[in-house]
């Protein structure tokens, strides 16, 4: 048999590449650096021929690539859940299937969603910042220093009148479900959500009606702005979602809002967002992803503002999830060349 030549644009570690390795008649052909995004020469000089390729979010696969691969190219795989850096009707067009790997690190990002709900909320930006410049000394504690807004309930608070929290999701998938479970055992006490409709997976919508609070459709996304103490931005990237989030959503939150983003950076404006933080139109913000990343130096406006925290695109990463998801974006690879169904296939064709 001849052999089926697979490109990898990244050392995915040891428990993927075995899963590679250990397949008969691959030809695995590795860009050898776990850190450092592939040259473009060494694509171009390696890709010519392909049958499978393996790559991670931060290569383009378009027009020009898929035909410097050649006739051979059977499948694409990425080690993520976002597609937003493939050109999904290249790939249609050619009958290229592509894999990617939801599921696997849906718990690992609803963890940090929650994570950075509480630090925005909580001033932990700031916080951290005091203690690690030394200006702890200086700050003895004080009734109501660095307070903010509780994204909990309870009635040992002893509140005259109960209090309501609402959760606003944009994008209702997979990851906001699992971010609603978590916070619901904080009792938050309502969830407003607005999706795209294009999901028809009757599971879905089963899950969706599984909650032991009310969890309400919005009427359109503005009314997520209006109403939510948190809101969520757990939508794919991409053309659709550009810049949804902007002067006019952000202006519309409550005062006492925070806004968190773990999905993609373009979805959310970001000299908007800043101006809003600044300006107090709402809270803070969470953000793990900016548009324009990793090029987000010390004076981008988000990174100087202290109301929102700024972690760099850590999302998915646990070891556990990490090493689940590049042996899925192997499995892929491997099925997608050999010509059998993928174990998580993207549909390029919608
Ligand atoms: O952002 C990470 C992913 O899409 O998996």
Not at 14 to 31: E, P, R, S, T, Y
Not at 220 to 242: C, H, N
Not at 307 to 320: K, W
């Amino acid at each position: 048999m001849s052999h089926l030549k697979v490109v990898v644009t990244r050392n995915i570690g040891a428990a993927a590449l075995d899963i590679l390795n250990q397949q008969k008649g691959l030809n695995v052909v590795l860009w050898d650096s776990e850190d450092r995004v592939v040259e473009k020469d060494w694509l171009d000089a390696n890709i010519k021929d392909a049958h499978g390729l393996l790559v991670v979010f931060t290569e383009k696969i378009n027009e020009e690539l898929v035909t410097k691969a050649g006739p051979n190219l059977k499948a694409v795989s990425t080690m993520s859940v976002g597609v937003d850096h493939v050109e999904l009707p290249v790939l249609a067009k050619r009958g290229i299937k592509l894999g990617y790997t939801p599921n696997v690190l849906t718990d690992a990002v609803a963890d940090i969603s929650v994570m950075l709900a509480l630090m925005a909320s909580r001033n932990v930006g700031q916080a951290i910042s005091i203690a690690q410049e030394g200006k702890w000394p200086g700050l003895p504690w004080s009734p109501f220093g660095f307070c903010g807004p509780q994204i909990s309930t309870s009635s040992a608070m002893g509140l005259p009148t109960p209090r309501t929290i609402t959760a606003g999701f944009l994008g209702f998938g997979r990851i906001a479900r699992a971010t609603l479970n978590r916070l619901i055992g904080f009792g938050i006490t309502h969830a407003l959500y607005t999706d795209s409709g294009k999901n028809t997976d009757p599971d879905e919508e089963h899950e969706k009606k599984d909650f032991s609070i009310p969890v309400t459709r919005a009427k359109d996304f503005m009314q997520v702005a209006r109403e939510s103490d948190i809101v969520f931005v757990l939508t794919p990237g991409g053309k659709e979602t550009y810049h949804l989030v902007g002067e006019e959503f952000l202006q519309a939150m409550k005062s006492t809002a925070v806004l968190i983003n773990p999905s993609r950076g373009t979805v959310v404006d970001s000299d908007a967002l800043a101006k809003a933080c600044r300006e107090g139109w709402i809270w803070g913000a969470g953000v793990d992803v900016i548009e324009g990343e990793p090029n987000v130096g010390s004076d981008h406006p988000l990174i100087k503002e202290p109301r929102c925290v700024v972690l760099p695109h850590i999302g998915s990463a646990t070891t556990e999830t990490r090493t689940a998801m590049a042996r899925l974006a192997a499995e892929n690879v491997v099925a997608g060349v050999l010509g059998q169904p993928l174990p998580a296939e993207y549909p390029v064709s919608q």
